[in-house]
């Protein structure tokens, strides 16, 4: 079984600064790992993802992630943040079953 | 652009009357995927197609049933919506995870209401 642990329920950042998004991952074989974003009455919006290729995984809109293997951690940055960054941030799991695990979210408010 | 489609993108329905969201694709994926998500929480699974085979969640109510004509179009029935069925309905796709895993490309949702 897997699952995944978002370390922050909620960040807030002011605009410019840097963004970290804390995962944690359990998982008993090599994992593929994904981080979505969610705004207000959206879908989800595929970030990044690591599917056992390189360790740092870029992403959209300046997002970034690094997986650690001996730490079981996926955390996700961004060197500078947007007021449009603003929104709910996922990470996410996928199973031997192609099923997802979801993390609680981490919500991220950005302060002008 | 290839996308996930839900229609309507909000739904107003009376307490015990059946409704039926809908959802289409264009991106050709086999796979198609229901998530329940309620306010401040994480999507839940309530069932998905690979291709034609239904497979159900363990804890998915029987209230909540679904149908998939054809590759493009999947659809989610609430035969006697309850009050606490109102919540963000999501759809997802992804390709065959026999070509390794993949994504899941998700539509913007219905959001239900029940009065």
């Known amino acids: 079984a897997q699952s995944v642990t978002q370390l922050d329920s909620h960040v807030s950042v002011s605009e410019g600064t840097p963004v970290l998004l804390r995962c944690n991952y359990s998982?008993?074989?090599?994992?593929?790992l994904f981080w979505y974003v969610q705004h207000p009455n959206k879908g989800l919006q595929l970030l990044l993802k690591?599917?056992?290729?390189?360790?740092l995984v870029k992403g959209i809109n300046g997002f970034e992630a690094e997986f650690k293997k001996s730490e079981t951690s996926f955390h996700l940055t961004k060197p500078s943040a947007h007021m449009s960054d603003a929104a709910e941030y996922f990470c996410?799991?996928?199973?031997?079953?192609?099923?997802?695990?979801f993390g609680a979210g981490t919500t991220v408010t950005v302060r002008a | 652009d290839a996308m996930v489609i839900q229609n309507p993108r909000y739904q107003v329905t009376q307490f015990g009357k059946p409704v039926t969201l809908s959802c289409s694709q264009t991106?050709?994926?086999?796979?198609m995927y229901w998530y329940q998500q309620k306010s401040s929480q994480a999507p839940k699974l309530l069932f998905h197609?690979?291709?034609?085979?239904?497979?159900n969640e363990a804890d998915t109510p029987d209230n909540f049933q679904s149908r998939r004509p054809n590759t493009s179009f999947c659809f989610l029935d609430i035969r006697s919506p309850g009050l606490g069925d109102a919540a963000m309905y999501l759809c997802?796709?992804?390709?065959?995870?026999?070509?390794?895993?993949?994504?899941?490309?998700f539509g913007d949702g219905t959001r239900l209401s029940i009065l």
């Open positions: 197609y690979y291709d034609k085979d239904f497979n």
């Open positions: 690591y599917t056992s290729a390189a360790t």
């Open positions: 998982s008993s074989y090599s994992p593929s």
């Open positions: 997802a796709t992804s390709s065959s995870p026999r070509q390794g895993f993949q994504p899941q490309h």
């Open positions: 991106l050709n994926h086999n796979v």
């Open positions: 996410v799991v996928s199973g031997s079953d192609y099923k997802l695990s």
